[in-house]
Each structure stands twice: as C-alpha cells, then as structure tokens.
T-cell receptor, first 117, second 112 residues
Framework: AQKVTQTQTSISVMEKTTVTMDCVYETQDSSYFLFWYKQTASGEIVFLIR??????ENATVGHYSLNFQKPKSSIGLIITATQIEDSAVYFCAMREIMNYNQGKLIFGQGTKLSIKP | EAAVTQSPRSKVAVTGGKVTLSCHQTNNHDYMYWYRQDTGHGLRLIHYSYVADSTEKGDIPDGYKASRPSQENFSLILELASLSQTAVYFC???????????FGEGTRLSVL
C-alpha cells in the first residue's frame, strides 16, 4: 500500500538560512513520481519540484532542491537562502506509475515552515 | 492557461442535506481528484477518476460519491451531509504522466 509520512510538524528558521524538510514513503511499485507542494496562507496549493524515481540525479528548481535517497525511501526538500515569503505549509506527495493504482496521488501530513526575520 | 475551477468556493449546509461540489478543468487532463483537508492536517484522497463515466475510491470514500460525466467535469456528492464532513475540499487534475497535478482554490464546507 502507498503511504507518505512527514514527521516534522513545524520548523522555524532564521531568514537567509538553509532548511531541510523530511519525507519518507512506502510503495511496492518500482517506478513512481515524488512531488513537493507549498500551501500558502491563503490556502493556495502550488507545485514546487518533482523527482522521478528512475533518475539518480537530485532535482533542483531555483532555490529548491531535493535529497533523494531511494534505498531509504526518502525525499527531503532543501530550501536555500530562505525568505520570509517561504513561510508556508509544505507537502510531500507520491504517485505510482506501474501498478494498478497508477495515477493515485497520496500526500503526507505536511510541515509548517516559519521564517523569522 | 491551465486551470482548475471549483464551485462554490464556500458553502454552509444542514445536517442530513445533500451537497454537490463541482470541479471543472480546462487542461485536457485525464485524471481528476477530490481531497479533503481538515484544519492543521494534510490532504486525504476521497475519490479520483482517470476517464469519463468512471470513478475510483480513494482512502476515505465513505459518505461521499463522485461523478465524472465528462473529461472536464468531476463532482463530489454528499448525499447526507454530516458534521464530520466540515472541511476544505480540493479538486486537482493531472495528465497521469510526470506533470505535477494542478489544484483548484478549494471549497470551504461547513455542515451545521
């Protein structure tokens, strides 16, 4: 069965520092996509970055990057040079590709990030 | 521009009443999803669909029905609304490939 777990309920860091948010997942599928989303204070859910399970290279988009450790079923989100506007709730999600549940998109519980000036 | 539109944006319903939440996408996506979010919690999958006239149960389907009459439209139906169904509901659409699903703005449902 699919499962996505984010154990960090909330994190608070100083502005301009680097923060890492953890996410572990469970799947029996050999191929899957992993996504990170941001939910702003207004409730809007915005896609940030994706990792394909069959790619060894960690994805990077702007000041977001991923730490993909497939043997540990782990996909951490790293935000460098944090800004006040990065304060939000961050969700990790997984979608399997190969099995009969393909297309089913499952989310973790979310991590609330607060950036202090 | 790709878009997922939900209606209504907010609704107050009475216990035992019928509620229909609608979702429309202009992305030509095959997959559509309905999630609920409770205050301070993550997104839990209720129903999803990968083709018109067919729906699949998600992780928390009890008390909800879904309808996909066309590729563009996906509805969530609460036949007998209950207090426990007070939440924010999100619709999303996806091409089923590597493209990340796009979300609507959410519908805030209060059942009184």
């Amino acid at each position: 069965a699919q499962k996505v777990t984010q154990t960090q309920t909330s994190i608070s860091v100083m502005e301009k520092t680097t923060v890492t948010m953890d996410c572990v997942y469970e799947t029996q599928d050999s191929s899957y996509f992993l996504f990170w989303y941001k939910q702003t204070a207004s409730g809007e859910i915005v896609f940030l970055i994706r990792q394909d399970s069959y790619k060894k290279e960690n994805a990077t988009v702007g000041h977001y990057s991923l730490n993909f450790q497939k043997p540990k079923s782990s996909i951490g989100l790293i935000i460098t040079a944090t800004q006040i506007e990065d304060s939000a709730v961050y969700f990790c999600a997984m979608r399997e590709i190969m099995n009969y549940n393909q297309g089913k998109l499952i989310f973790g519980q979310g991590t609330k990030l607060s950036i202090k000036p | 521009e790709a878009a997922v539109t939900q209606s209504p944006r907010s609704k107050v319903a009475v216990t035992g009443g019928k509620v229909t939440l609608s979702c429309h996408q202009t992305n030509n996506h095959d997959y559509m999803y309905w999630y609920r979010q409770d205050t301070g919690h993550g997104l839990r999958l209720i129903h999803y669909s990968y083709v018109a006239d067919s729906t699949e149960k998600g992780d928390i389907p009890d008390g909800y029905k879904a309808s996909r009459p066309s590729q563009e439209n996906f509805s969530l139906i609460l036949e007998l609304a209950s207090l426990s169904q007070t939440a924010v509901y999100f619709c999303a659409s996806s091409d089923g490939g590597h493209q990340a699903p796009l979300f609507g703005e959410g519908t805030r449902l209060s059942v009184l």
